[in-house]
């Protein structure tokens, strides 16, 4: 379970951050300065309410998340979802993936969200593996 919490945080922000990106699209596109029609938009007012509430259940999650949590232990986990989240919401929900037209930009991308992958799960083990399960105390 110690993964669960900030993990569910860290994907909390990266919808905040999906949201927020399509605000500004749709700003970009409808044209906020030029007249005005985006106020309008069925869509920006729903963009704008899931933005509040999800900001606004952030500041909760994250106090019910590090009152459990050390800091130590919840920040990377939740950077790490995060960091992975944004990866995979650019590659499906943008689009990247149309000027990822060389191999080694797959490779690279995909490595790097293998490292991310692999140091959460490093991150959330109470001990690490090349620690003896002996512990042995210093001499008084």
């Known amino acids: ?11 909390q922000e990266g919808l ?13 596109s409808m044209g906020l ?9 069925l869509w920006f007012w729903l963009f704008v309410a899931i933005a509040i509430g ?6 909760i999650w994250l106090k019910i998340v590090y ?13 790490g ?14 689009g990247e993936y149309k000027t990822m037209d060389q191999p080694w930009m797959w490779a ?3 490595s790097g969200l293998a490292i991310i992958i692999c ?4 991150s959330s083990l109470t001990r690490l593996p090349w620690q003896s399960a002996l512990v042995v105390p210093f001499p008084a």
Do not use: N
Not at 54 to 59: D, E, F, K, Q, S
Not at 81 to 94: E, K, N, P, R, V
Not at 119 to 122: L, R, T
């Open 119 to 122: 140091g959460v799960g490093v």
């Open 54 to 59: 999800v900001g606004v259940l952030t500041v």
């Open 16 to 28: 905040m951050q999906i949201v927020t990106k399509g605000l500004v699209a749709m700003i970009d």
């Open 81 to 94: 979802t995060l960091q992975a989240f944004s990866y995979l919401a650019g590659i499906f929900f943008f």
């Open 108 to 110: 690279s991308g995909f």
């Open 33 to 41: 300065f030029t007249d005005g029609k985006i106020f309008m938009s």
């Open 67 to 79: 009152t459990r949590y050390e800091v130590t232990t919840g920040l990377p986990i939740e950077y």
């Open 1 to 11: 379970m110690c993964i669960v919490y900030p993990a569910s945080l860290g994907l």
